[in-house]
């Protein structure tokens, strides 16, 4: 009996010590040639949607996520409107320019608002794609 605990312990042991050394590793940080930046669909989790909070006519939507490391940023964000009235926005996370070296693996959270225009749209409901994740929103 007391051997057959013995490997399911060991390989909990193992797992333990690859995951402490995985949580260690550091990326080095390097812009793109050139010094441009180099944009990538940043990782949304949940996206909600304030009709109020926007004015006349404009929707505030909050999408939420997640950046691999602290040397990342929300770049930038773009924003279209379907054939059907649905919306679609892409956010783009980036490198921070003032990044050192190295970049610890450590998730950074982020909380990102796009203000859209709603006042051409007719009352009803609509959905929100931000990153693949969706939410809906009524209009009165």
Do not use: W
Request: glycine fraction near 8%; charge should be negative.
């Amino acid at each position: 009996m007391e051997r057959k605990m013995l490997i399911p312990v060991a390989v909990l042991v193992s797992l333990a010590a690859v995951s402490v050394a995985a949580s260690l590793l550091v990326i080095p940080v390097n812009d793109s040639p050139g010094g441009e930046r180099t944009f990538t669909p940043a990782m949304v989790t949940e996206v909600s949607v304030d009709v109020a909070a926007g004015g006349p006519g404009k929707a505030v939507v909050t999408a939420r996520g997640y950046n691999p490391n602290p040397c990342y940023m929300i770049g930038k964000s773009e924003t279209g409107t379907l054939h059907n009235g649905d919306f679609e926005i892409v956010i783009y996370r980036t490198m921070r320019q003032d990044a050192g070296p190295e970049c610890i693996q450590v998730v950074s959270y982020f909380e990102h608002n796009v203000t859209i225009d709603v006042s051409d749209h007719d009352p009803g409901t609509y959905t929100v794609n931000v990153n693949s994740i969706s939410a809906e929103f009524g209009l009165s």
